[in-house]
């Protein structure tokens, strides 16, 4: 890919960032490519309804072209225009979640080009309730693709200098707005499909929907992978937010599974590699060897899905060979939580009695 020139530019809350703003739309309505913050993960952003402009995402981050981008609006006069029927029960949905970290699949209305959707006749829309995403799409024309600003296969990006490291010189612009919120990617909810069904959990959980709407199904790929079932997000069959180490994940009782940690951290520290350890506030005083760190605590786990990818990308930064971790509760931003850490384990867990 040839080489270009990425635009940082660091939005300063106390200032009037009308400039970097414009600057940003006038990219992205040029076909450019514009990463920027929303409350889930940094998203590299194109026009969505421009083929070529979304095409160019793919060959930013290096993603497979079956792979199907989200389409970010800010408002539900633009949903009417890229799908071609909204179900009763998105709306109810939209209604109590819009803004904020859901994506629903729709069916694509025609100006959605199949560059976007990667040939599919569905199409998945999110409204972020970020102020500065917020901006950023309008200002780019209302209607912006945008898949994590990271290298496929790369832990989602949360941070500015995240992006950096992997885009720098692949895209024009980068929207500096500091680190995201919530650290995990959206829920996705297929509503073209009944009882609705969830393809990706996220900070939008299952319970939180089934409230508005009733019944929803989650894919079972996501509970048990297999071999022969093929996920129905296109995204969700490759390991993605792989760390360059080997993780453990390991369960049972927490004296057990902080015994076993020490054990293994410390024999693979003798035999000369380097060791990652997750721990959490309540236990990281506990371990002895390797290189500990604090993921947040079990009292509040959406600190836990704040610092998850950042970690793994740090013990990507020190070549990390092995890395072990606690394993965490699946119930609320939990269920989110585990999906991206047995991904990035290859669901490589060990349950202690
Ligand atoms: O929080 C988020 O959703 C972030 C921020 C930037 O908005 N975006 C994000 O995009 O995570 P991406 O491209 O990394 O993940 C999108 C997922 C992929 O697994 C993709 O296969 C799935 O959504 N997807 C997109 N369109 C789809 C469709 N029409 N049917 C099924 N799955 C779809
Ligand atoms: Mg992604």
Redesign the pocket.
Known sequence: MRHMETIIKKIDKNHENTDIIGEAGRILKEGGLVAFP?E????LGADALNEDAAKKIYAAKGRPSD????I?ITNMKALEKIVSEIPEKAKKVAEKYWPG?L?M?FNKSDIVPYGT??G?D???V?M?VHEIAREVIDAGGGYIA????NTSGRP?PTKAEHVAEDLTGRIDMIVDGGPVQIGV??T?L?VTVEPPMI??P?AITKEMMEDVIGEVTVDKTLIKPDSKTVP?????KYRHYAPKADLTIIEGPMEKVVEEINRRAKEKTDAGYKVGVIGTEETVDSYLSGDVKCIGTRADETTIAANLFGILREFDDDAVDFIYSESFDTAGIGSAIMNRLLKAAGHHIETLV
């Open positions: 929303t889930t993960v940094y998203g792979n199907p981008l989200i970010h970290p994506t699949i959707t990667g599919l569905t199409v998945a999110r972020p945008a898949p994590s600003a989602s990617e959206s996705i297929d393809l990706r996220g129905k997000a296109p995204g969700m």
